[in-house]
């Protein structure tokens, strides 16, 4: 499947992890076509081709370039971590203490599991299996995307290529839910107090 814009004044945007975004006017704050990491770049006569994957999942952005307006480049310094609120903090800690309660015989491997882009919250170890869960109090499409890229640098491990994916939050957005199910990622909702046994659960916990 391919689809193709008419030439127009567009601002392209190529980030030094290798993900780019092609914007315009209109749309508001969302690109008109994007491309997250790992990515590679072939410069061609008239513009470039970025290219992801490989094989017949492999994906294709091609953007030719008739005038360039304006061209810049900002450093923007080391990316520093985004601190969790003590919401997601807490729901963490509790997590890596009950892994068991994402699902019978899981273990936990690592906390803040590194990558290239950031580290992945949990990493679950369940039989000869895998498992990344990223936490969030409210868990929205931008954490499905935030997993989606941790998972493409955990698989590329010949050892973790079946690595799971699983979001958790003590909300799950229900755009959220529909976008990780359809990228093979599971999601769960929990309650704080329950995990840590200050109550009763109340059957709240579910995967999909």
Known sequence: MSSVLPMALRVIMLKADGSIMVHSDAGGFKPQNW??????????????????????RQERLEIRIEQIVSDSEHDLG????????GIERDLQEALAAAPESLGEGLRLFRREYPTPIGP???????????????????ATIDAVEQLSRYLEYIRADPGMAECRGMLVGESVKPQARTLAASRGIE??????????????PDLRLFVS
């Not at 491309?35 to 017949?56: C, H, Y």
């Open 78 to 85: 080391e990316a520093a971590r985004l601190e969790k609120d």
């Open 35 to 56: 491309m997250t990491p790992p990515t590679r770049i072939e410069q061609t006569g008239d513009g470039f081709v970025v290219l992801k994957g490989s094989g017949a």
């Open 120 to 138: 992945v919250d949990l990493l679950c170890a369940e039989g000869d299996g895998w498992l990344a869960v990223e936490v969030k109090r409210v």
């Open 187 to 200: 999601t769960a909702t929990v309650d704080l107090a329950e995990l840590r046994g200050l109550r009763e």
